[in-house]
């Protein structure tokens, strides 16, 4: 019991993982952008809950209602005022400016909310469970796999079914040429970051509800993430999802054998599986 | 008449010859140091050292091999651990322990090549960070060395150095020099070499350079493990001076890897110079804004997106726009022998 | 007499790291179709960026009805009425045949051009609206491509090399088609390697060589010699 326990927790701890991924699978998807400084951000979207939370009062789950477009602004234009000069053939330029970016957000929050541990309260949901065939499954994990589930499903439908999925997906394809369709490239990407922040919002207040954060926690969310993707299949939202739970349950099954391989396992999966399959399980996108 | 001719090939200009005969000179009175420094400008000097060192074999991989990995603190660590499990347990000699370092650093390197290789570019560098991870929490797991909490080196190994405390930093500092001014050697040696001229050219042109028959993998791979031989070589000298160890301290992404990115980044990637001025730069900057704490590190981190931004190729590149110096005779020039007449 | 649709004045364009344009001037009238000739390298797909604003000039070296529109952005210049038809097709791989014929129309431009129109044109399109535009033949591509162009109800379409790898019956079909595109008033210009194909539908013709105009003139005026000379520089 233990272990089908181990794996359905697991399971819904992968829909956080998911996520951390969606984002980055999104940008990259668009622009072939890695931004290093994307748990970073999933981190800054969690402190901006605990502000708003503090200062009006609220359940986090409300305040996103001002997370999301707070982000999703800043993410517009973190894109046009900087992200957008780094892009080209070179993979350098991005990569070291978004690590920049990673160090400078970590010590900022560091200025601003020093380095204690914090917490995003979110009431009677955070300890409520169901009791599933003997299993008690908790509200919150619950939720937060639904959730990842949704995000999935819209991000999925806006990238297949709407004029700016089909932006995206034409930019991505070829930049010069979507030009000529007066699609202006740089909108386009400062849409699809904020797009990306949008969804870093939903995770950063999922983060910080579940578990304690500091200015620190970033760049695990970062591996996090990044693992899921490559895991699933660059490209691929719904292979994210399924890379997102692969790991939740791997490190969980690690968790359940000794309490200090939690993180340790979840690698070691990833690493197994880079070794298998170095393009991920489904892979839709070459790299 | 062919261009043979009327031009000349070369490689020394005056500026490198002025600058190799400075180098040297600058060497010897820095080795002099131990005699007309203190205790904590010694110390300072050798954290540069290190710094430098780090410094340079980043940029071969970064900056010559196209290869970002924000992963090499898995060497630096890996490089303290060896050095203290080979003393402790192997009852090795420091310096034997620190000379194996090399060959286990590249050993490691070899499967771990062989594993993230398989990711491109930015996924690459995100890669090389789990494998770091891998490593800070597989040795948190070993007691005997710690686990999470860390280790110290035992008094004894550390007065097998040498006699007095004053020889042993002495001994210290001359490490940390050697150091540096081995892997600068190298650098330059390895950049002159076949496999060094192979990276230029995939790094000027990769499709160019696929097309001359050169084994790009190939390259790359050796670059990958020469340098995680030699970053743990570093790693080992770097907890040799600290004393202690602990998982943290060793595979931290901040100390072994964003600044020596910083550095690179700053004084400008891909050449040899850069390290040198960036290192430079970036002491000058910490000893000036060290009390500022994390508003120094956003200073640093907007810096560099800065340089990055504005002047890609870092201090170095402005320095040489401006004047067309360059120290280390590396690569050819062509000019015509005399000026020719209309 | 009415103003041109483009007036191109002494451009220097550059690719890459060298100059690839040396003062070049053309016009085109407003329902016209030019024909721009010469040999690999000459600079016409140099022009063809320029025009379109992948390439970026000073403003007053491309003026388009009556607005200098050099230095303007690609995006920007599709807005007001300029469509390429590119080299070597470039259909956007992730799209299916119907999205890359509606983003084509994406800039919202009123005229004769709708997905129907297009369908009546090219009737196997429709057929294959929903495969991905990467499953057709390079001829039903090369369809796709134009429909692309026209869907945005351009002043001023441009064709860079559009019977380049095509079987000629196909090409054969597809300059069957250009008299129904330009006949309602569009002007266009057309790159082309293959002088007898391109001059076949032009009213006028320019040459290139080696980034400059070597020939200009009525297509019913100039002579094979002329244009052999122009092409070859002999």
Known sequence: MDWINAIVQGTLLGGLYALFAAGLSLIFGVMRLVNIAHGDLIV????????????????????????????????????????????????????????????????????????????????????????????AVGYLPLVMFLTAVLVVAVLQWIFYATALGRAFRAVSDNQDIAQLMGLNRRHVFGLAMALSLAVTAIAGIFLGVRTSFDPATGPARLIFGFEAVIIGGLGNLWGTLAGGVILGVAQSIGAQINPGWQILSGHIAFLIILAVRPRGLFPRMDG | MSVVDTHRVFRVTTASRIASVLGLLLLLALAAAPWWMGRADLRLLGEIYLYLSLA????????????????????????????????????LHPFTAIGLSVVIGAIVAIPVAALIFRLRGAYFAIGTWVIAEVFRLGFAQVSALGGGSGISLPVDVVRSLADGRDAREATSYWLTLG???????????????????????????????????????????????????????????????????????AFSVNDWTAYVIFIVVIGGIGSLEGPIIGTVAFFLLRETLADLGSIYLIVLGAIAIAVMLVAPKGLWGLVQDLTGLRLFPLGYRVEPKQSRKE | MPEPVLDIRKLDAHYRDFQALYGVNITVEAGEVVAIIG????????????????????????????????????????????????????????????????????????????????????????????????????????????????????????????????????????????????????????????????????????????????????????????????????
């Open chain 1, 44 to 135: 800054l979207a969690a402190y901006l809950g605990l502000t708003v939370t503090a200062a009006l009062s609220m359940n986090p789950f409300v305040a996103l209602i001002l997370v999301v477009p707070l982000m999703a602004g800043f993410g517009y234009v973190l894109q046009r005022g900087v992200l957008n000069w780094t892009l080209g053939d070179d993979i350098l330029p991005p990569l070291l400016v978004t690590f920049g970016l990673s160090v400078i957000i970590q010590n900022a929050l560091l200025e601003g909310y020093s380095a204690d541990p914090q917490k995003l309260n979110a009431g009677a949901i955070e300890v409520a469970s169901a009791n599933i065939g003997g299993l």
């Open chain 2, 56 to 91: 340079m074999l980043w940029n071969l991989l970064a900056g010559y091999a196209g290869l970002v990995s924000v992963g090499q603190q898995a060497y630096v660590g890996l490089g303290g651990y060896v050095l203290f499990a080979l003393t402790i347990f192997g009852g």
């Open chain 2, 179 to 249: 150091c540096a001014a081995a892997v600068m050697a190298i650098a330059y040696l390895f950049l002159r070499s076949r496999n060094g001229l192979a990276l230029t050219a995939i790094r000027d042109n990769e499709l160019a350079a696929s097309s001359l028959g050169i084994d790009i993998w190939r390259s790359k791979f050796v670059v990958y493990v020469v340098v995680g031989g030699l970053t743990t070589f570093v790693g080992s000298l770097i907890f040799l001076q600290k004393l202690r160890i602990s998982p943290d301290a």
């Open chain 3, 39 to 234: 040999a690999n390298g000459a600079g016409k797909t140099t022009l063809m960026r320029s025009i379109s604003g992948l390439i970026r000039n000073r403003a007053e070296q491309i003026t388009y009805r009556g607005q200098q529109i050099g230095a303007l952005r690609a995006d920007q210049i599709a807005g007001l009425g300029i469509a390429l038809v590119p080299e070597g097709r470039q259909l956007f791989q992730s799209l299916s045949v119907e999205e890359n014929l509606i983003i084509g129309g994406r800039t919202g431009r009123k005229g004769a051009w709708s997905l129907q129109r297009v369908y009546d044109l090219f009737p196997v399109l429709q057929e294959r609206r929903n495969v991905p535009s990467t499953s057709l033949s390079g001829g039903q591509q090369q369809m796709v491509a134009i429909g692309r162009a026209l869907m945005a109800n351009p002043d001023l379409v441009m064709f860079d090399e559009i019977s380049l790898g095509l079987a000629p019956v196909i090409i054969r079909q597809i300059y069957e088609s250009l008299p129904t595109i330009v006949g309602e008033g569009m002007s266009a210009m057309i790159v082309e390697q293959d002088i007898t194909k391109a001059l076949s539908v032009s009213s006028r013709v320019y040459c290139l060589q080696e980034g400059r105009v070597s020939l200009e003139g009525r297509t019913a005026d100039v002579s094979r010699e002329q244009i052999s000379a122009a092409y070859f520089g002999t």
